[in-house]
């Protein structure tokens, strides 16, 4: 089992910056990809970054070169630190974690309850 918990959401003016942390409890070893995911109200939710160990990253087209995700040392952490917001970032962000468990190997997706970005003048 894992348990994610997303923090740092707010009301933020365009061009501004914002950091998300999402921290993790359970069975962390575990997990190899933990990513984000956003979900703007009316649409379905939608990739923003993942990070596979602590170098391999993927971004959506949107936010390259705006947003950077990082993992702390410990595999406990995930960071999104977004510069240059637009109101189109507005929308709930989840935390994810992907895993394979058990045999059969499974995949199996953890979420967190999501935190709030709101990108409005």
């Known amino acids: 089992q894992v348990q994610l918990v997303e923090s740092g959401g707010d009301l933020v003016q365009p061009g501004g910056s914002l950091r998300l942390s999402c921290t993790a409890s359970?069975?962390?070893?575990?997990?190899?990809?933990m990513g984000w995911y956003r979900q703007a109200p009316g649409k379905e939710r939608e990739l923003v970054a993942d990070?596979?160990?602590?170098?391999?990253?993927n971004y959506a087209d949107s936010v390259k070169g705006r947003f950077s995700i990082s993992r702390d040392n410990a595999d406990s952490a995930v960071y999104l630190s977004m510069n240059t917001l637009k109101p189109e970032d507005t929308g709930v962000y989840y935390c994810n974690a992907k895993r394979l468990e058990g045999l059969p190997p499974k995949m199996y997706d953890y979420w967190g309850r999501g935190t709030q970005v709101t990108v409005s003048s």
């Open positions: 359970g069975d962390i070893f575990s997990i190899h990809t």
């Open positions: 990070i596979t160990g602590h170098t391999s990253t």
